[in-house]
Antibody
Framework: QVQLVESGGGVVQPGRSLRLSCAAS????????MHWVRQAPGKGLEWVAL????????RYAASVKGRFTISRDNSKNTLYVQMNSLRGDDTALYFC?????????????WGQGTLVTVSS | DIVMTQSPDSQAVSLGERAAVNCKSS????????????LNWYQQKPGQPPKLVIS???TRESGVPDRFSGSGSGTDFTLTISSLQAEDVAVYYC?????????FGGGTKVEIK
């Protein structure tokens, strides 16, 4: 079955950087777009970024554009997000999620999430 | 950006009764090219990630009980639980995938009365 396992979360000071990873299994990773979605504590869902299966299409939420970079290594079945210049409002549970197809915006599977806390 | 507005924020429904969650988008989610509405419904239980229950506005996902149904087109959509069960207690989110940035409604908490 589809498994998405996020890692790399933790406590980080404002202005610093962090890289999250998402290990995928149970499907042909290179055939699917992948997304990051976040959820601040007690709040709703906020889409963060999308990367198509072959990396030729990436899109970002305005709140993270220029600070976050989504990437993938299809040989390792792994999705990443590099988060720079972190701010307090980046504090959230970060979910890795699968698109329904190669460039799909339809999110059909989610990981359990990894928590990022930005605090001094 | 497409703004998604859900109502109500919460609702308490008796077991076996009907629950309905509404979602309105700031622009049409109906694609002229394929005549599909690019609208999902997710269910999120405490401590769990969201789970896709309805895609394309009314297509129930595999394994989702048939008491869940989606309706609507264009800018107005509804998720209906025909006979609420205890395991349906959750927050429900609508989400548009018509265009980036993808956007979610604020969520509707469904509880037992």
């Amino acid at each position: 079955q589809v498994q998405l396992v996020e890692s790399g979360g933790g406590v980080v000071q404002p202005g610093r950087s962090l890289r999250l990873s998402c290990a995928a299994s149970g499907f042909t990773f290179s055939s699917y777009a992948m997304h990051w979605v976040r959820q601040a504590p007690g709040k709703g869902l906020e889409w963060v970024a999308l990367l198509s299966n072959n990396g030729d299409n990436e899109r970002y939420a305005a709140s993270v554009k220029g600070r976050f970079t989504i990437s993938r290594d299809n040989s390792k079945n792994t999705l990443y997000v590099q988060m720079n210049s972190l701010r307090g409002d980046d504090t959230a549970l970060y979910f890795c999620a699968r698109g329904h197809g190669p460039g799909s915006y339809l999110i059909d599977q989610w990981g359990q999430g990894t928590l990022v806390t930005v605090s001094s | 950006d497409i703004v998604m507005t859900q109502s109500p924020d919460s609702q308490a429904v008796s077991l076996g009764e009907r629950a309905a969650v509404n979602c309105k988008s700031s622009q049409s989610l109906l694609s002229r090219s394929d005549n599909r509405n690019y609208l999902n419904w997710y269910q999120q239980k405490p401590g769990q990630p969201p789970k896709l229950v309805i895609s394309w506005a009314y297509t129930r996902e595999s394994g989702v009980p048939d008491r869940f149904s989606g309706s609507g087109s264009g800018t107005d959509f509804t998720l209906t639980i025909s006979s609420l069960q205890a395991e349906d207690v959750a927050v429900y989110y609508c989400q548009q995938y018509y265009s980036a940035p993808l956007t979610f409604g604020g969520g509707t908490k469904v509880e037992i009365k």
